[in-house]
């Protein structure tokens, strides 16, 4: 490693938490894998009780369904929420972990992780429902073109100096893409030039070696006041997507920024939502209701549902009682989260748009279900 980015990496370190130093060191002996993949996700907990891995299990279904759609506040859309707390009903399977590392007094310090494994079509089928953007698999892997100067004078970050960029590189994978950097050899670091003025062409053109041709492009240097200022750009086939800055105390928030920047560009272009149906008022048949009990059992069931504003009945006949559903999803979202404890299921597809009597504030229907 260049002296100059050796003491940038040591700096960078330097400024950040005693907390955030101690999470980084060594897994003991024998630890399980940790996370792989979007479906796969790691968070903190307190102990194996299962009030505390029913929180983590929602955290870690939240942390899927970001990197699966790239939408940093997808927790805080519609319905997401009340699906968190039903995390256990996508999980494939769970582990825990336990790492090690050094508190800022020296002594070891210990965290426990719960690593979560969830159903991909499962977890599909839940962001179709809840009209989730979703980021197509494979990704890619953008070149990461980022210059630093601690006072020193600018030096590029390239393969040789992985650790001096990890802020920016663990960000990517938690945003659900990875990122690679150039071999850095002596004809690229004389690229540093072009990277400082953000001449974006002229580094797409260095990067023609490298697939995809997709670049992220960065300089990182302190501020007038003493902390970090970090000046982005994300490049897709010589086309600038997004430009962005950062001003931060601490170096590591300046260089994750960056990750951030190309993977909302990213996913403004690549993302797009699976159908889900027409959100609207939708009238719906259901059979079997034979009783009180069946319909305080179907009632409850959808008030449950987290696609649903409102309920009214319209008519009842025999066993039969008609509804119309305000929901925030069409019908195929609603029926792909009635869940298997649901007391009712459907039992014909949706029919062509109804016509003569149907009324005119019902797009569509009826649905027809049963009770179970």
Do not use: C
């Not at 009903?89 to 426990?112: E, F, I, K, L, N």
């Not at 009632?299 to 504003?309: G, I, T």
């Amino acid at each position: 490693m260049r002296p100059i980015l050796a003491f940038v990496f040591t700096a960078i370190l330097a400024l950040g938490s005693a907390p955030l130093l101690a999470q980084s060191g060594m897994r003991t002996e024998g630890d399980v894998a940790g996370a792989q993949g979007v479906y796969e996700a790691e968070v903190p907990v307190n102990s194996q009780a299962d009030s505390d891995r029913a929180g983590a299990l929602a955290r870690a279904l939240g942390q899927v369904l970001a990197k699966m759609s790239g939408d940093r506040q997808v927790t805080s859309r519609p319905g997401v929420g009340q699906m968190l707390r039903e995390a256990d009903q996508y999980v494939r399977s769970y582990d825990y972990r336990q790492d090690r590392g050094t508190s800022a007094s020296g002594a070891p310090s210990y965290r426990m992780m719960l690593v979560a494994r969830f159903d991909g079509d499962k977890v599909e089928g839940l962001a179709s429902a809840l009209g989730l953007p979703v980021w197509a698999q494979p990704r890619p892997k953008p070149v990461l073109w980022l210059a630093i100067d601690d006072g020193s004078g600018p030096r590029l970050v390239g393969l040789q100096q992985t650790n001096a960029a990890r802020p920016v590189l663990d960000k990517a994978i938690e945003r659900g893409y990875r990122l690679g950097l150039p071999a850095g050899g002596a004809a690229e670091q004389a690229l540093v030039g072009a990277i400082w003025r953000m001449d974006t062409a002229a580094v797409a053109r260095a990067s023609a070696r490298y697939a995809p041709p997709m670049q992220l492009i960065g300089k990182l240097h302190r501020g007038t006041g003493g902390g970090w200022v970090a000046v982005w750009a994300f490049v897709d086939n010589g086309r600038v997507l997004n430009r962005w800055s950062a001003n931060e105390n601490d170096a590591r928030r300046a260089m994750a920024a960056g990750a951030d920047g190309a993977a909302d560009a990213l996913v403004r272009r690549y993302a797009k939502a699976l159908p889900s149906g027409t959100p609207g008022v939708h009238r719906v048949i259901v059979h079997g209701v034979n009783s009180a009990d069946d319909w305080l059992r179907v009632s409850a069931s959808l008030q449950a549902h987290p696609m649903l504003k409102s309920l009214r009945p319209v008519r009842a006949s025999g066993d039969r009682i008609e509804l119309d559903l305000d929901l925030s999803t069409g019908l195929a979202g609603f029926n792909r989260l009635l869940g298997s404890d649901a007391a009712l299921a459907p039992v014909a597809a949706l029919p062509a748009p109804a016509q003569g009597d149907a009324p005119a504030q019902v797009p569509s229907g009826p649905a027809e279900y049963r009770v179970k």
